[in-house]
């Protein structure tokens, strides 16, 4: 036994969560030592592992929930959200939430914007700080998304994810099919702003803020009901139709 330790289980986590392990500790069983009753959420935690990413444990075969007590000699397994088999049968909670509503840490800026061209409620502001996020999610029932691993052992927070890549538009895949939004998407149905529903607006109603250029070649128009911009088919319109295309061909080809 490790000295100043008397007890161990051996953990074992799968597939993605071994992101959050050391290049040689992957995908094999880990002796963890303790000592007490730790609950299992705090062992895995304390394994660098956000709970937030954790979907089912089994102890010794049987499903547990975070606070279960770790005893000697436990096997623990651990199984990352959405994994690839159908574990509806013995999950604890409830299934994928496929009407999602975000937050994002401060460095998601362009995530934020992705986000919402593609129809989904997100809440982003580039001076929030880690607490506030975390109280906003929690009573708006939003999906903290992060790439600070620090926001989601924070024992508040209920549900979150920590984003693998550092691309924007990576980023936006990976959000998408980590939480199977693919038929959820609701293209340029959210201000990129302020996250604002978009509505079709008369021509005549806003003619009077337009730049005679765009007023002369457009005919078809767009506002955002909470600030009020004013979207048109422009060449802005066409890179987003453009982006929009990219990405229904990568979620068809990922299946
Ligand atoms: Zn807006």
Redesign the pocket.
Known sequence: MKQGYDKKAIFRFYEELNDFLPAGERKRDRIYYFRGNPSVKDAIEAQNIPHTEVDLILVNGRPVSFDHKLKNSDRVSVYPVFESFDISGVKQDSGPVRDSRFILDVHLGKLAKYLRMAGFDTFYRNDLKDDEIIKRSVEENRIILTRDKGILKNSLVQKGYYIRSQNPWEQLKETILRFQLQSSIQFLSR?M????I?AEVKKKEIEKFLKPGTSRNFDKFFR??????IYWEGSHFTRMKQYYKDLKTFLDDAG
Not at 193 to 196: H, K, P
Not at 224 to 229: P, Q
């Open positions: 201000c702003e302020c996250n604002g978009i955002c009901t909470n600030c009020g911009r």
